[in-house]
């Protein structure tokens, strides 16, 4: 039920965090406290915020010892009415008294001011900060003010911990109210928020965004065209700290802290209209649209990762805290805020100070470098000096009929790229010719400089090192188990010549060690279905005396009809298993096709070599 959904957050809220509790008086009444506070027993400030739903975590997320003592929830967008708000203060206020901290809009400032009134008829000391932080509209703004947006969370956060040092109601209120004066904030919009119940708005078409929105789908202060994030973010510190409009306080050589604030829990996917942007520039519809399984923390943080270098060099600031994650979200509306405080040694303290306030931030306390720089890479042990490695200056012959085939078998892959992904987007996640295109480029490269030639166990196990940095993936780990095996098979053999029967032995040692450790063996729709094949015929036609290249192409033959043959297979390993007979039966296993096409490319390059000479 619609009506319900406030109700049953906050149930979900209190089974979740033991700390937290809510007043009897459901479901008309919705207050969040704190489980161990009693208006009795209770001596220090309470502080208690609220407002409409509809922005979880905000506020009911940051009740907690340190923060907010209770937190007043309307109906969804709607500000509380005045006996829920009674009934907070009245169950969490003390003789200290307490502050209450309200975004400003004008349901909020009415209902909490007429509680504030009724609760101070009724004897207890109260106070009251309006937080009015928005920077996107030019003042004057009449009489209702600027809107209260995330920078409220941080009021919060400071009043609650200058609450729980001691301080007095009237102390408490002066620092909350000080904070809330060199907090600004600016929101960006994608998608229009959905009221439970109703039918989204189409304001906001595809390709455009909002800028200088409210959190209760009210259309911002204006509707652009969608920019690269850098370009927005940019656009929108400007603004906040625009001289013109002067709302912050802040100037260069300043000490700021930063939140950047999700506003939306939910996105909606626009996939065809984000390919009509370039995907390569990350660019602003790439991050907010979920594409490549962008979420919406990596969002954030792609935001956070172009505001602070802003800050410092555009406008000079220190930046000494980033906050990022959802504080104060709109429902489903996709965008985020971006809130630039004043920061002084006081308000670094409360903002640092701890707090059991559950959806406050971990980790963000203390101070930060200027810059951070990259810890180095450790060094492996078994990494080899430097003159073991490297191309040799003179190829043997076994050495230039190493490196071509090296090279046939990567470009056969480079070339395959397209059709693996194609058939892997039917069968997997369509990354295996990404995937196995990566490790051949790298092959390609490193075997200019790095690849001893001449050694041809040492070169497998370099292959291995270019694919293990390189590819990722499931077919990366069982490639460089591939090699390792294969090294450790051919270290044992001469240096000098590896015999075409130790490279058969070879190959099975790498069979061997791939289906010991991923678990598949020949029937199960993967690589080995190509290699187990060629395998075998290659050690039969040796074992028949045959000339070994011939016998190198008719193992290549079995790898191809191998590798076609999983088409009719059942998949018992990897992604594939999940995927139904009826799609299975349209395509090969893509690693299938792609073993048996390095397999074949490098199979023709020896043969070429031997009939060349
Ligand atoms: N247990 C296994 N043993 C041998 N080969 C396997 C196994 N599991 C999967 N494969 C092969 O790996 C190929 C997929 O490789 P790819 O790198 O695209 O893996 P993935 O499942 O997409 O994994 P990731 O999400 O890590 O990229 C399959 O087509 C199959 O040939």
């Known amino acids: 039920m619609v009506a319900d959904v406030v109700t049953e957050f906050i149930e979900g809220l209190v089974e979740t965090y033991p700390g937290l509790q809510f007043l009897d008086g459901f479901p008309q009444v919705k207050v969040v406290l704190r489980a161990d506070v009693s208006s009795a027993t209770y001596n220090k400030v309470a502080v208690i915020s609220g407002g409409g739903s509809g922005h979880e975590p905000a506020h009911a997320g940051f009740v907690g010892e340190g923060m907010l003592t209770a937190a007043i929830c309307g109906d969804v967008f709607a500000s509380p009415p005045v006996d829920s708000i009674l009934a907070g203060i009245r169950a969490v206020t003390g003789p200290m008294g307490c502050l209450l901290i309200v975004t400003n809009y004008t349901g909020d400032r009415l209902n909490f001011g007429l509680a504030a009134e009724q609760a101070k008829s009724e004897g207890y000391k109260v106070e009251i900060v309006i937080v009015g932080d928005d920077c996107a509209l030019p003042p004057p703004r009449g009489i209702a003010g600027r809107r209260g947006l995330a920078g ?58 909002e800028l200088g929105l409210g959190i209760h789908g009210e259309p911002g202060a204006a509707v652009a065209d969608l920019q690269p994030v850098d370009v927005v973010v940019s656009h929108v510190l400007k603004q906040i700290l625009s001289t013109e409009t002067n709302y912050v306080p802040i100037t260069r050589g300043n000490r700021v802290v930063l939140m950047i604030n999700g506003i939306d829990r939910k996105v909606p996917i626009y996939v065809q209209e984000a390919y009509a942007y370039s995907v390569m520039e990350l660019n602003f519809l790439f991050f907010m649209m979920r594409l490549l399984g962008a979420t919406p923390v990596m969002e954030l943080m792609i935001a956070a990762g172009k505001a602070v270098p802003n800050l410092q060099l555009e406008h000079g600031l220190a930046v000494e805290r980033v906050y990022t994650g959802s504080f104060m979200t709109s429902l489903d509306m996709a965008g985020f805020s971006i809130s630039i405080m004043k920061a002084d040694e006081v308000i670094l303290k409360h903002l640092d100070a701890t707090t059991k306030a559950p959806h406050w931030p971990v980790g963000v306390d203390g101070n930060r470098p200027p810059a951070k720089i990259p810890v180095p890479m450790p060094p492996s042990h078994s990494m080899k000096s430097d003159e073991s490695l490297g191309r040799p200056l003179q190829l043997s012959q076994q050495g230039h009929v190493l490196e071509v085939t090296i090279e046939a078998a990567a470009e056969a892959v480079v070339n395959l790229r397209d059709r693996l992904n194609e058939w892997d987007s039917k069968v997997g996640d369509g990354d295996c010719g990404s995937t196995m295109y990566r490790g051949a480029t790298a092959i390609l490269e490193d075997k200019k400089k790095y690849y001893p030639l001449n050694d041809a166990a040492e070169t497998v196990n370099e292959i291995g090192a270019s694919i293990r940095r390189v590819m990722g993936g499931t077919s990366g780990i069982l490639y460089h188990i591939f090699c390792k095996a294969a090294y450790a098979k051919l270290k044992a053999s001469s240096k000098s010549g590896i015999t075409s029967k130790q490279w058969a032995e070879a190959l099975e040692a790498s069979i061997a060690a791939v289906s010991k450790y991923g678990g598949a063996t020949a029937g199960y729709r993967t690589m080995l279905d190509a290699l187990i094949p060629a395998a075998a015929v290659l050690q039969e036609r040796l074992s028949a005396g045959i000339d070994p290249s011939t016998a190198f192409i008719l193992s290549s033959e079995a790898a191809i009809a191998g590798a076609e043959s999983t088409k009719h297979m059942q998949a018992q390993a990897g992604r594939s298993t999940y995927i139904s007979p009826e799609i299975l039966a349209s395509v090969p296993d893509p690693g299938a096709m792609a073993a048996a096409a390095w397999y074949r490319a490098a199979a023709l390059a020896v043969k070429d070599m031997y009939q060349a000479s």
């Open 152 to 209: 409220t969370i941080l009021v919060n956060k400071i009043a609650g911990a200058a609450a729980a040092a001691g301080l007095s109601l009237a102390d408490v209120a002066a620092e909350a109210k000080r904070a809330s004066e060199m907090v600004g904030t600016m929101g960006v919009a994608l998608s229009v928020c959905t009221l439970p119940g109703q039918v989204t708005s189409d304001r906001l078409g595809p390709g455009k965004m």
